[in-house]
Nanobody, 116 residues
Framework: QVQLVESGGGLVRPGGSLRLSCAAS????????MNWFKQIPGEEREWVAT????????AYADSVKGRFIISRDNANSRVDLQMNRLKPEDTAVYFC?????????WGKGTLVTVSS
């Protein structure tokens, strides 16, 4: 059974940092690109970052480029999102995601609140 479990969210002041983690199980983690999305209540879920399965190539939304870093640990089936220089507009629930055989898989999310 596929499971994605996010952790690491919390309250942080503007300019601060947080590191999110997603623990994956139930599938061959190293075979799949992994993604982070965010969602503000009442709005569409929005793509944040992707890391490829093998060579570790990364891609970022313009809104986070230069501030966030996505990384993965295939040995431990984990994907992380290092979030630096956080802004109030980064406040959202962050979700770990991957796509397999016509289906999107999602975790339950972790809440990040950026506020003074």
């Amino acid at each position: 059974q596929v499971q994605l479990v996010e952790s690491g969210g919390g309250l942080v002041r503007p300019g601060g940092s947080l590191r999110l983690s997603c623990a994956a199980s139930g599938f061959t983690f190293s075979n799949f690109a992994m993604n982070w999305f965010k969602q503000i209540p009442g709005e569409e879920r929005e793509w944040v970052a992707t890391i490829s399965s093998v060579d570790g190539n990364t891609a970022y939304a313009d809104s986070v480029k230069g501030r966030f870093i996505i990384s993965r640990d295939n040995a431990n089936s984990r994907v992380d999102l290092q979030m630096n220089r956080l802004k109030p507009e980064d406040t959202a629930v962050y979700f770990c995601n991957f796509y397999r055989s016509g289906r999107q898989h999602w975790g339950k999310g972790t809440l990040v609140t950026v506020s003074s």
